[in-house]
């Protein structure tokens, strides 16, 4: 049973804009409970927060969700996030980031109690008090789910955060990280921007070129081909899935036979890039969030969340196999003015958690949080690859980005069906340990209301005798 679901919610939770106590905007969430065995069993609720596509799929097709609401007989529910997707005030991106009150109220902190107030409501509706949450994300959504759980203990039990670069925000020191990852991937073909600046050197090297890749349109720089292949390379690296080969083991094929040629990588492209021609404006068909993001209404409420609070420091430098395209907060702060008219303040999410670092509040108020990760996704640069403590714990794996969150198969590799279950055990120690504490409490708290009546049964026959 999947159902679609519009929940009624405020723009503004905390009276920032007198102006907007009343608007509202209708967010969208996804509810599947075919395999829930309901609120009286104190079945789970497992509730994926946020996607970058809204919500393109049903929770139930992410992985490790997936094997949760069988193994724990949950319900699976994806919350969809404020300004994104189809839960956009005024029913257009355009329109809601033009208005400096409506943008002002895409934060961090609204945001999160959207997905409390959602939660919560759910749970009332449904009588699930007994039922306890687990939330989960993936990148961006990872981080607000490791925060959900920090400022919502009391709503959740735990949370998972997949592939997320959780050190990077809130953040000004430039992450070279992610380029050197991708630098490490694609290796064997490092020689090929040599050979393209060659080529485009020549009197007629851009003609060359246009004729080499088949491009959609005449090249006019050389910048025009290097930019979406750089963004291939990079989204190739962060998404490349379990058992698929795609470009990066089609280029270790291609050039361990051939050696590098410019026919060579031609070859190995189309076997990825379908179409007729090679489009030079691909990254419009990519929607990558890395130094090579596209300037596009697609990532408009990105960008202004990048600006507004969640400062995204990756760049790269000339020792990297992609082209230079270093971090400079100087320039970051100027492109904000231009577009908001705003200036970042690095350091903002940092006083979201009472004047501590991130990780010193992870480690002092945090526990029950998995951080999962694949090496070979760029984004690992500024993850967290080492358990904290006992309860905050570190998966790492050879796989890439969101691993875990991939779609179920027969033939998926062993290292993926064995850190799943490593996820599906403390899934299962947080749900006993949750029943077993509720439990000891409820005699506990029987207890005390005797001690109560019968103390007040006392006092009220002392006054009347």
Not at 406 to 417: Q, R, S
Not at 445 to 459: D, F, H
Request: glycine share 6%.
């Amino acid at each position: 049973k999947v159902k679609v679901i519009s929940y009624t919610q405020k723009l503004d939770h905390f009276g920032y804009q007198s102006d907007l106590s009343n608007f509202t905007f209708q967010q969208r969430l996804v509810v599947e409970d075919a395999r829930w065995a309901g609120a009286k069993a104190g079945a789970p609720i497992f509730a994926l927060l946020g996607e970058y596509n809204g919500l393109s799929y049903p929770p139930s097709e992410f992985g490790i969700l997936s094997l949760s609401a069988i193994e724990f007989k949950a319900m699976l529910i994806q919350i969809e996030q404020r300004f994104y997707g189809n839960s956009i005030p005024l029913g257009s991106i355009d329109l809601a980031m033009a208005d400096h009150r409506l943008r002002a109220c895409l934060s961090t902190k609204q945001t999160l109690q959207d997905f409390a107030d959602i939660i919560q409501s759910l749970k009332k509706n449904l009588s699930a008090h007994n039922s306890p949450v687990i939330v989960a994300g993936m990148g961006y959504w990872g981080a607000l789910a490791t925060w959900f759980r920090m400022k919502y203990p009391h709503i959740t039990i735990g949370a998972l955060a997949s592939s997320t670069p959780l050190l990077y925000y809130g953040s000004s020191s430039p992450g070279h990280g992610y380029c050197h990852i991708v630098s490490n991937d694609f290796k064997l073909i490092t020689e090929s921007w040599v050979v393209i600046d060659e080529i485009s050197s020549q009197h007629d090297g851009l003609a060359k070129l246009s004729k080499y890749f088949n491009t959609c349109r005449p090249l006019q720089s050389v910048e025009e081909l290097k930019q979406p292949l750089a963004q291939l390379y990079s989204s190739t690296a962060q998404f490349d899935l379990p058992g698929n080969p795609e470009i990066k083991s089609l280029c270790l094929e291609v050039l361990r036979k051939h050696n590098f040629t410019i026919e060579a990588l031609v070859e190995v492209l189309y076997k990825l890039v379908v179409g007729k021609c090679f489009d030079a404006n691909i990254s419009t068909t990519i929607n990558m969030y890395s130094p090579f993001e596209p300037l596009s209404n697609e990532t408009l409420a990105w960008a202004w969340q990048r600006c507004n609070e969640l400062i995204y420091p990756i760049g790269c430098v000339r020792q990297s196999m992609l082209p230079s395209q270093p971090f400079h907060m100087a320039e970051f702060k100027r492109s904000c003015q231009e577009r908001f008219g705003i200036t970042p303040h690095p350091h903002l999410l940092a006083s979201f958690f009472e004047n501590h670092t991130m990780l010193d509040y992870l480690v002092q108020f945090g526990g029950n949080i998995i951080f999962s990760n694949g090496l070979k996704d760029p984004f690992c640069s500024g993850a967290i690859l080492k358990s904290l403590s006992t309860t905050i714990t570190a998966i790492t794996t050879k796989g890439s980005y969101c691993w875990d969150m991939h779609e179920v198969k027969n033939d998926d590799p062993k290292w993926l069906k064995e850190n799943r279950e490593k996820e599906l055990k403390i899934f299962g120690q947080w749900i006993n340990e949750f029943h077993h504490t509720s439990k000891a409490y409820k005699p506990l708290a029987y207890s005390v209301m005797i001690c109560v009546v019968v103390e007040l049964i006392i006092i009220t026959c002392t006054i009347w005798m």
